[in-house]
């Protein structure tokens, strides 16, 4: 597809206006330089804003649920296109509130039809969004940081180091644009397995979620959102204590403390049996992911420790081919090995999918678009996020 006719955000007015850096101030007057931003509001916050918003302009409250619906439901670039509102209150709205877009700095799309998206925010940087279509289902997968602070020895994002904490706003936006696209693109799954680490930006990941399963915004059920984490475990008790039923996978990646200090640095702050522990006391099902590294994690002793880690916390274990050339000198496993581990977790009471490499043509690895485009260095690949199937 061209590029051009990929360009949600480009030359938006919204985009010139900037992004509000104070969401929760109340604004009184249209001279105030920065508007406030209704996409970082959960929307029960987003409705009682526009409610007293309404009452100041002489508006029936209903007005309040009806600019709702035009934010994430059925969303548009702009007030003037909330065409069932009167005209003079879309004026009013938009010299109050900005609605910013995300900028599409890039698009790909995989023979298998998986797309990649390269969004630049207002600030300049950028981060990336894939969407993976799986016979009926289309996967998102969507950043949560511009950058990781986590340094896994395998992963090219981390390699960037980290920038910044995406908003909320930034989060659940990377699904409005691609609501916004002609034709739309509608998720029926979402995981956190782009860029960054989303527990370590729960401020805005928690009213992300809650703007993505909401049902006056993106709707998406909490069971069909998982969050993918090494196992920061105040963001793990932060999920937990949420009533939706929203998924979390675990990046685990090694069924020892010595070898995963190695590949994961975290793992020094929380330690593999405290990881595991939290996800006992989660009251969902978790998932297990676990990269193959050939000749580093993929022996029959691994497999082992592995299967008994995972009955421990009834786990699913999903297995991801490594995705080639990534960080660090690592060589992919066999897919025979794959398939024996496989086997091995299954002997041992487990239960595992192998996840499918997708968009492997188009350097559908989370990490590397963004690699590309900055040029630091010859592509190099990141996450695989291919089959998400996540339990
Ligand atoms: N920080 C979170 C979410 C982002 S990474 C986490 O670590 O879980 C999403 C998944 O992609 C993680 O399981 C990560 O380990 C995996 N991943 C990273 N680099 C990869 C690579 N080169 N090949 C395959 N999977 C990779």
Known sequence: MDMDQ?????????????????????LGT??????????????????ARLQSFAAESGEPAYRAAQVVRRLWLNPVDSFAEMTDLPVTFRAQLDAHFVLPRLKLAAHQRSTDGTQKFLFRLHDGQTIETVAIPDGNRLTFCISS????????????????????????????????????????LRPTNIVFMGMGEPLMN????????????????????????????VGILPGINALAERPEQFRLAISVHAPSDELRRELMPVNTRYPLAS???????????????YVMLGGVNDSPDHSRELAALAR?????????????GGAGNFTPTSEARIAGFARELRAGSVEVAVRKSRGMDIAAACGQL???????????????HADVDVA
């Open 145 to 184: 940081q511009a950058g990781c602070a986590l340094q896994c020895s395998f992963c090219a994002t981390g390699l960037m180091g980290f920038s910044r904490n995406l908003s909320p706003s930034e989060i659940a936006g990377q699904v409005r644009e691609l609501a916004l696209l002609d034709p739309p």
């Open 312 to 324: 421990e916390c009834r786990a699913f274990v999903n297995l991801i081919p490594l995705h080639p």
């Open 30 to 47: 249209a001279s105030d330089e920065v508007r406030e931003n209704l996409l970082d509001l959960v929307p029960a916050d987003a409705e």
């Open 370 to 384: 963004r690699t590309e485009r900055t040029r630091r260095r010859a592509p190099r690949s990141a996450e695989e």
């Open 202 to 229: 729960w401020r805005a990941v928690g009213p992300a979620l809650t703007i993505l399963n909401d049902p006056r915004a993106l709707g998406i059920g909490a069971r069909h959102i998982t969050v993918s984490t």
């Open 275 to 289: 990881v595991i522990d939290a996800a006992k006391a989660f009251d969902r099902r978790v998932t297990f992911e």
């Open 6 to 26: 990929m360009r949600p955000g480009a030359d938006s007015p919204s985009m010139a206006a900037g992004v509000s850096q104070a969401p929760q101030r109340s």
